[in-house]
């Protein structure tokens, strides 16, 4: 898997250089100025964000922080696998760009039509920022309280006590099985920002890609949390994320 993986980054990221050299061409030689600076702009900021994920993913899965003590969504302390911000970040900063891009398109653009059509699609990359101006898309984590499971990933959280859990699997997305209902979640935008891992029936699915900790490790802390009430007791102390990190 993790070949498999490797692979499709290094496909990704030679796609983007390609696009990033289509960009420049288009920059430098175009002699139709709405087409190459437009083309050209476009082109070269795709190419710049889609090369800052892909390096960010083969680094981040070998350089993962290691769990810490966090407050969890729900404000208790909590032993915290917390998630990379880059994804998160890009994810605003990509659409920022895109808006930028078009704003520069209605300046440099001579036909009114296109102008505002590039107005609309500015306002259309830009509106989504409002939600991340106020605060409702952070990267979160998968915390671990006394009381169970939070889940925070961008504008989307839920919680699990540790009665409903019944288990947990290692896979990508790492899975909970539970032993009751599956949990609620709260949605804080209204279309974006909402992606979650799919899952069957009875198991709610937690995407660790970016998890600072191998889901390895993060399953085996929660299996044994499931069995033993006295370990869930000690989830926030600095203790327990010394044992983890030994």
């Given at each position: 898997m993790t070949d498999l993986h490797n692979g499709r980054n290094a496909a990704y990221a030679v796609g983007?250089?390609?696009?990033?050299?289509?960009?420049?061409?288009?920059?430098a030689t175009t002699?139709?100025?709405?087409?190459?600076?437009?083309?050209?702009?476009?082109?070269l900021v795709v190419a710049a964000g889609g090369l800052v994920l892909v390096g960010h993913?083969?680094?981040?899965v070998r350089h993962r922080p290691g769990v810490s003590v966090a407050t969890a969504p729900s404000g208790v302390r909590a032993t915290a696998f917390v998630r990379s911000?880059?994804?998160?970040?890009?994810?605003?900063?990509?659409?920022?760009?895109?808006?930028?891009?078009?704003?520069?398109?209605?300046?440099?653009?001579?036909a009114p039509a296109a102008r505002v059509i590039l107005a609309l699609v500015a306002l259309g990359?830009?509106?989504?920022?409002?939600?991340v101006a106020r605060g409702r898309v952070?990267?979160?984590?998968?915390?671990?309280?006394?009381?169970?499971?939070?889940?925070?990933?961008?504008?989307?959280?839920?919680s699990i006590s540790w009665d409903e859990l019944a288990g947990a699997v290692p896979s990508?997305?790492?899975?909970l099985t539970l032993a009751g209902p599956p949990p609620q979640p709260v949605v804080r935008t209204r279309w974006l920002w909402q992606r979650e891992p799919t899952a069957p029936a009875g198991v709610v699915?937690?995407?660790?890609?970016?998890?600072?900790e191998d889901p390895v490790v993060v399953v085996g802390v929660v299996a044994r949390c499931i069995v033993d009430p006295a370990l869930r007791q000690r989830m926030g102390s600095d203790e327990v994320v010394a044992e983890i990190r030994r």
């Open positions: 983007y250089l390609l696009l990033a050299l289509l960009g420049a061409g288009l920059l002699s139709d100025r709405d087409v190459g600076l437009l083309g050209g702009l476009l082109l993913d083969a680094w981040f911000g880059v994804p998160t970040v890009m994810s605003a900063v990509m659409p920022a760009l895109l808006a930028a891009w078009a704003v520069v398109g209605c300046v440099v653009a001579d990359f830009a509106s989504p920022l409002v939600a952070v990267p979160g984590g998968l915390y671990l309280t006394p009381a169970g499971v939070e889940q925070r990933k961008e504008a989307v959280s839920w990508e997305p790492l899975a699915a937690v995407d660790s890609r970016y998890l600072a």
